[in-house]
């Protein structure tokens, strides 16, 4: 690829333990060995300021009105949008593990107001790509370390499911909606093969914005 070309944003969003880790690094892995340049990153991204105050309220050991946490995940998205953007410009593709469609999922299916959910998202870049991994919620609780933290219930995760529905209707021209209850395997193939001729569609094209 020539120095202009930009990298592709691609998004892995779903309910927790749906298995977005282990497709993003399946992901990883496959561009690598392609040679074409790829780094993996992960919302919340825990280590900056917020992200520590994120964390305290994940693993509860810090309650927070649910408008302020909700607030602080867009706040964790804008304060690495230069970088992002930066990386991607370079070349880089971004493997990302959730995104602004988490914020918007998990505050609504608390009962926030859905448009006041996503005006904080508004002017963040827009992914390229979002793979929307889909599975009942009853198959969730046998999934690893289920019910650690605190919005790992099979109830709440089926709000947070339908909210994902309905964005995924709304976004069907860059979402891809993929059944995770197939082996990792099966669903890295379908994964792959979108994925890779997604680098190569998008590398001369502008990055676009969340609106
Ligand atoms: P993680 O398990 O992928 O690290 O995500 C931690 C939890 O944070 C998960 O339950 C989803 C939730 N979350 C939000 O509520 N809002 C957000 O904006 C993001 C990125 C995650």
């Keep these: 690829m020539s120095l202009e070309n930009r990298g592709a944003f691609i998004v892995f969003e779903g309910c927790d333990r749906i298995g977005k880790t282990t497709q993003c690094r399946l992901l990883v892995e496959l561009l690598k060995s392609r040679d074409i340049p790829v780094l993996p990153m992960h919302f919340p ?114 709000r947070v499911a339908k909210v994902f529905d309905q964005i995924c209707a709304k976004e069907a021209n860059y979402w891809h909606q993929l059944d995770a209850s197939q082996s990792a395997e099966d669903l890295h193939a379908q994964v792959a093969d979108i994925a890779v001729k997604l680098v190569h569609r998008v590398a001369t094209q502008d990055l676009d914005k969340l609106y």
């Design 45 to 158: 991204e825990r280590s900056s300021h917020i992200g520590q105050v994120i964390n305290s309220y994940l693993t509860n050991s810090k309650d927070l009105p649910d408008e302020v946490i909700h607030l602080m995940f867009s706040a964790n998205r804008w304060e690495h949008m230069n970088q992002i953007k930066q990386k991607l410009l370079e070349g880089n593709t971004l493997v990302v593990d959730r995104y602004s469609y988490s914020g918007v999922a998990y505050s609504a299916a608390k009962g926030l107001d859905f448009d006041w959910c996503y005006a904080p998202e508004r002017g963040l870049l827009k992914p390229d790509a979002v793979f929307y991994l889909r599975a009942p919620a009853d198959d969730l609780t046998n999934r690893g370390e289920y019910g650690k933290e605190r919005y790992e219930k099979v109830e709440f995760q089926g």
